[in-house]
């Protein structure tokens, strides 16, 4: 089994330390020869205009959505959540115009909890993870989900009451937060487990 890693920007390292402590083998995708023989992908989490200018930059967009198409299961953390999303505004700016996948049918608001100083640590209840440790920075929140997208986690926010920060879609799998800072093995263990042997 071998997981690619996008890295073009962001915490792809912590992804790659982590499943490699898993037994799992990781290459790091920055071109589309490195998608060949990957059996799952990750998008992590770091500038989400940065990382999706790139992809297109490369000529990654198509390779990766093809994948996504015939069930190559996918992650998305944070920016990576992102990037899957069909429909981004940022709660200061409104649209963003940006480049993403547009692979899950859901909404999300960029920097949904504020700015850097902002960031958080929470425990998140994820259906069929349990409860996982989420590290948020700058983090986006899923705001609606229509179509095969489904909402699977929630976060109970001081301010802004119950929000969605996980969304599951057929063999996507997104997270408004980071699971590899956080070092929370069970994410990693559902995501492999979307993995068909
Ligand atoms: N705020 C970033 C963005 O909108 C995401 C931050 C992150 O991945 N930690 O792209």
């Not at 998008?43 to 093809?66: A, D, F, K, Q, Y």
């Not at 093995?185 to 559902?190: D, L």
Request: glycine letters at 12%; proline letters at 3%.
């Amino acid at each position: 089994m071998k997981v690619g890693i996008l890295a073009l920007q962001g915490d792809f390292l912590e992804h790659s330390e982590l499943l490699r402590e898993l037994g799992v083998e990781t290459v790091y995708v920055k071109k589309q020869d490195d998608l060949r023989d990957v059996d799952a992908i990750i998008i992590p989490g770091g500038e989400s205009t940065t990382i999706g200018n790139l992809i297109e930059v490369r000529g990654l967009g198509e390779p990766i959505r093809e994948l996504a198409r015939s069930g190559t299961p996918i992650m998305g953390t944070c920016a990576g959540a992102i990037l899957l999303a069909r429909k981004v505004v940022d709660r200061v700016v409104g649209e963003t115009g940006q480049y993403t996948l547009g692979l899950m049918d859901m909404g999300v608001v960029r920097n949904a909890f504020g700015r850097q100083k902002n960031s958080f640590i929470a425990r998140v209840n994820v259906e069929g993870i349990g409860e996982v440790s989420g590290v948020f920075i700058r983090a986006p929140a899923i705001v609606e989900a229509w179509g095969a997208t489904r909402l699977i986690g929630y976060l109970d926010h001081p301010t802004l009451g119950r929000i969605g920060v996980a969304a599951r879609q057929d063999n996507m799998l997104s997270l408004a937060f980071h699971p590899e800072i956080s070092g929370d093995r069970k994410v990693y263990e559902y995501f492999l487990g979307m993995i068909k042997r």
